[in-house]
């Protein structure tokens, strides 16, 4: 079978600030399924920004070498021992968080734990993936499998920080900045379909507009010198939650922004990782923030459930065909300007399985 792997450069780059790994494509065997395994041919795959900072040599412990990507629905071709028969030739999606079953707050075991598409996992770029049986899902009968890759890692960040850590109901007024991302979009649609009322913003009015149309109650844009107050102005502020990717000096005014007891659900930091804030605001609102990272099998249930029963579509910007043309979308992502996810079709150079 095909993959895509990241490839050590054959030197350094001018600036460590323009390091950019390539790829390559490469032939490797297709796995036998083992005990309490599953082995799906994909049939798309989709990016997170995470890809890009593997390739810019900006996560943790990277092994040259490794499948990439973390996103990816296909059909059941075979099961391991242990797994059920009827299992084989379902379409799935796969949970991107290995290791992780139902503790609320960490993995069970964090030694365990992983996510696709860094070693010593297996990547989604890729003709065929063998993972665990526990994060195979069937495929929401609604959504094709482009979508269906679109969701996982970036539709489970946003459920958690949404509706495990931000505690939406119908009715809460929620916060989500930089609209346009993959989580930040799901945060939307799932907000909007649980009944709340949404306000974003962003430095694209292209952008606000068509967060507008999913549901979005009001929008502002963040390079206007008094977002803030003009946001607070529009809105009436007291948000319930703010579910946020930004950090940075944003930080503050989110706290600003809330009413009392309220919760900033913390996912990124793209504005900045260094936060300074006015600790009296914690106190005398009894505000919280909480640290929100990926999610775990069972709220990955509950999401599917929940797009299921509302027929959810995620918002994808672009699809590519085939693996040779899987750095279209590197580069598309590296350019910041999708909205939504973006998807690579997998077409299968060995339909043996």
């Known amino acids: 079978m095909r993959v895509i792997v990241n490839k050590q450069p054959e ?3 001018p600036k460590p600030s323009e390091r950019y790994d390539p790829i390559e494509i490469k032939s490797v065997p297709v796995p036998n399924p083992l005990k309490g395994t599953v082995l ?24 040259f070498g490794s499948t990439l990507a973390a996103d990816g629905a296909g059909d059941v071709v075979a099961v391991g021992e242990g797994v059920e028969e009827s299992l084989v030739g379902r379409k799935v999606y796969i949970n991107t968080s290995v290791g992780w079953e139902s503790n609320p707050r960490v993995p069970e075991d964090p030694r365990k734990y992983g996510v696709l598409g ?3 996992l297996p990547g989604t770029l890729a003709e065929y993936i063998l993972v665990p049986r526990s994060v195979v899902f069937d495929l929401p009968a609604h959504l094709t499998y482009e979508e269906g890759a679109a969701i996982p890692l970036a539709g489970l960040t946003a459920w958690r920080a949404l509706v495990t850590l931000g505690e939406a109901k119908k009715g809460d007024k929620i916060l989500i900045p930089g609209i346009g991302g993959g989580v930040a979009l799901f ?6 379909g649980i009944g709340c009322e949404v306000w974003v913003t962003s430095g694209s009015e292209e952008k606000l507009a068509r967060a507008i149309k999913l549901g979005a109650k009001g929008a502002v844009n963040y390079k206007n010198a008094n977002w803030v107050a003009e946001l607070e102005k529009k809105s009436g502020g007291n948000f319930d939650a703010v579910i946020d990717g930004s950090s940075g000096p944003n930080t503050k005014q989110f706290l600003r922004l809330i009413k009392g007891g309220g919760i900033i659900s913390v996912y990124g930091a793209v504005a900045g990782s ?13 505000a919280q923030i909480r640290g929100s990272n990926m999610g775990n099998n069972a709220e990955f249930r509950a999401m599917t459930k929940f797009i299921a029963e509302t027929k959810l579509k995620p918002e994808v ?10 750095e279209h979308a590197y580069q598309e992502m590296r350019a910041g300007k999708q ?10 150079a060995d339909s043996r399985l």
């Open 274 to 286: 260094n936060v300074t804030i006015t600790m009296p605001y914690i106190w005398f609102k009894s």
């Open 118 to 120: 860094h070693w010593p």
């Open 187 to 192: 945060a939307l649609q799932f907000a909007v």
């Open 40 to 63: 799906v041919k994909l049939r798309a795959a989709a990016l997170n920004h995470r890809d890009v900072y593997i390739r810019e040599g900006q996560y943790p412990a990277i092994k």
């Open 317 to 326: 910007s672009g699809v590519w065909d085939g693996l040779e043309n899987a």
């Open 339 to 348: 909205f939504g996810k973006l998807v690579v079709r997998i077409k299968h």
């Open 11 to 13: 030197g350094p780059p």
